[in-house]
């Protein structure tokens, strides 16, 4: 096994891929499972300790000395490998990080998906896909029009060549990308923003009812178990998350808000109605907002939102924050709940099929519970 591994290298990492998923793609060639190559490659002067199997767990993590053996025996330097492997980086936090060599297959701790296999070429392997974790805006393939999915074991992406609106807000998902360091958070806010709006089945609402025909056209699923997909509502969600980010629109609403009071609230959903290419949406919000409950704006994401940044000591802290009841959900059936009549038990069933209840979701990151706001 020793012998083989200085060969390893013919197989190099792909930039954001999973450890466990490499593992696996340098265990083909050699007709081994992965776990056999892992414990031939860690092999040493101390036998190394494995938790859980690739059955268990798509992702591999190690442990500190676990992580040396891993780049002395193939041969690339460990900060090469954690620049790629992003589980290299950190051991996990049940994996105990002593002088012995330690693995464990786990739960992947973030959102992954396939990689565009035309993009990765001969790195793809029949029954060995790349899987990598997307990044903030990773997850379409713009050079082939794809929205990426989460299969183990093959590709799985949605073609948007009916979905020019998703490519145009990916482009300026992937640009707030590069001018904002905390983009994720901002776009998970918007998230929520734009699932409140979903929860409520305005019957006004077109745009998202074409979008999910195309959808279903493009996927070859019902309506009902594609209309919670992300995907959806995500030119709204760019679009709402671009207009809360500029700094130009932020200090128009502060200084509307010290000479106006309520009418900032009025400029803002204005704007959003216009952004959203929703010309009756204003209206509809404004007098959903003067009708609810004063209680309600306490979870109301986009309330919570301008009430942080009008307010007079006004901080960055918490200001991105999505209150736990109002966070769009990760689950599908809480989605299918939601948005369809039919049993969510068969919409989750034929969207699992489609592989449409994984990877890329904008929700929070999570954080400690004195940064949220009750």
Same mark, same amino acid.
């Given at each position: 096994?020793?012998?083989?591994?200085?060969?390893?290298?013919?197989?190099?990492?792909?930039?954001?891929?999973?450890?466990?998923?490499?593992?696996?793609?340098?265990?083909?060639?050699?007709?081994?499972?992965?776990?056999?190559?892992?414990?031939?490659?860690?092999?040493?002067a101390?036998?190394?300790?494995?938790?859980?199997?690739?059955?268990?767990?798509?992702?591999?993590?190690?442990?500190?000395?676990? @992580?040396t053996? !891993? %780049?002395?025996?193939?041969?690339?330097?460990?900060s090469? =490998?954690?620049? #790629?492997?992003?589980?290299l980086? +950190?051991?996990?936090?049940?994996?105990a990080?002593?002088?012995?060599?330690r693995?464990?297959?786990?739960?992947?701790?973030?959102?992954?998906?396939?990689?565009?296999?035309?993009?990765?070429?001969?790195?793809?392997?029949?029954?060995?896909?790349?899987?990598?974790?997307?990044?903030t805006?990773?997850?379409?393939?713009?050079?082939?029009? @794809?929205?990426? !999915? %989460?299969?183990p074991?093959?590709?799985?992406?949605?073609? =948007?060549?009916? #979905?020019?609106?998703?490519?145009? +807000?990916?482009?300026?998902?992937?640009?707030?990308?590069?001018?904002?360091?905390?983009?994720?958070?901002?776009?998970?806010?918007?998230?929520?923003?734009?699932?409140?709006?979903?929860?409520?089945?305005?019957?006004?609402?077109?745009?998202?009812?074409?979008?999910?025909?195309?959808?279903?056209?493009?996927?070859?699923?019902?309506?009902?178990?594609?209309?919670?997909?992300?995907?959806?509502?995500?030119?709204?969600?760019?679009?709402?998350?671009?207009?809360?980010?500029?700094?130009?629109?932020?200090?128009?609403?502060?200084?509307?808000?010290?000479?106006?009071?309520a009418?900032?609230?009025?400029?803002?959903?204005?704007?959003?109605?216009?952004?959203?290419?929703?010309?009756?949406?204003a209206?509809?919000?404004?007098?959903?907002?003067r009708?609810?409950?004063?209680?309600?704006?306490?979870?109301?994401?986009?309330?919570?939102?301008?009430?942080?940044?009008?307010?007079?000591?006004?901080?960055?802290?918490?200001?991105?924050?999505?209150?736990?009841?109002?966070?769009?959900?990760?689950?599908?059936?809480?989605?299918?709940?939601?948005?369809?009549?039919?049993?969510?038990?068969?919409?989750?069933?034929?969207?699992?099929?489609?592989?449409?209840?994984?990877?890329?979701?904008p929700?929070?990151?999570?954080?400690p519970g004195?940064?949220?706001?009750?």
């Amino acid at each position: 096994m020793q012998a083989s591994a200085s060969t390893l290298v013919r197989i190099p990492p792909v930039a954001g891929e999973l450890t466990g998923s490499w593992f696996r793609r340098m265990a083909a060639p050699y007709g081994l499972p992965a776990q056999d190559l892992l414990r031939g490659i860690l092999s040493g002067a101390h036998r190394v300790q494995v938790t859980g199997t690739p059955g268990t767990g798509l992702e591999l993590f190690l442990n500190a000395p676990a @992580r040396t053996a !891993l %780049a002395r025996s193939t041969g690339l330097p460990l900060s090469r =490998l954690t620049r #790629l492997l992003p589980a290299l980086a +950190a051991p996990h936090g049940r994996l105990a990080d002593d002088e012995n060599l330690r693995a464990a297959w786990y739960t992947p701790g973030e959102a992954w998906v396939g990689t565009c296999p035309a993009c990765t070429g001969r790195a793809w392997r029949p029954g060995q896909p790349v899987l990598v974790y997307p990044g903030t805006a990773g997850h379409v393939c713009r050079r082939h029009r @794809r929205w990426l !999915l %989460a299969h183990p074991w093959s590709p799985a992406s949605i073609p =948007l060549q009916s #979905l020019p609106e998703v490519l145009t +807000a990916h482009r300026r998902h992937a640009a707030l990308v590069r001018a904002r360091p905390d983009a994720a958070d901002v776009v998970a806010l918007a998230a929520a923003v734009v699932w409140s709006w979903q929860v409520q089945g305005w019957r006004s609402e077109t745009v998202w009812q074409d979008r999910v025909r195309r959808l279903a056209a493009a996927t070859g699923c019902t309506p009902a178990a594609v209309a919670p997909h992300a995907l959806v509502s995500y030119p709204e969600t760019i679009a709402v998350a671009r207009l809360l980010g500029a700094p130009r629109w932020q200090q128009q609403l502060r200084e509307t808000a010290a000479a106006q009071g309520a009418a900032a609230t009025e400029l803002l959903l204005r704007e959003i109605s216009h952004q959203a290419d929703r010309p009756w949406l204003a209206d509809w919000l404004i007098a959903y907002t003067r009708a609810k409950p004063r209680t309600a704006v306490q979870t109301d994401p986009l309330d919570r939102w301008l009430h942080r940044l009008t307010a007079a000591s006004t901080s960055s802290d918490g200001l991105w924050t999505v209150h736990r009841t109002a966070a769009r959900p990760t689950e599908y059936s809480d989605r299918a709940s939601f948005l369809t009549d039919r049993r969510p038990r068969t919409v989750c069933e034929e969207a699992g099929a489609a592989f449409l209840t994984g990877g890329w979701e904008p929700v929070p990151s999570p954080r400690p519970g004195p940064t949220q706001y009750p």
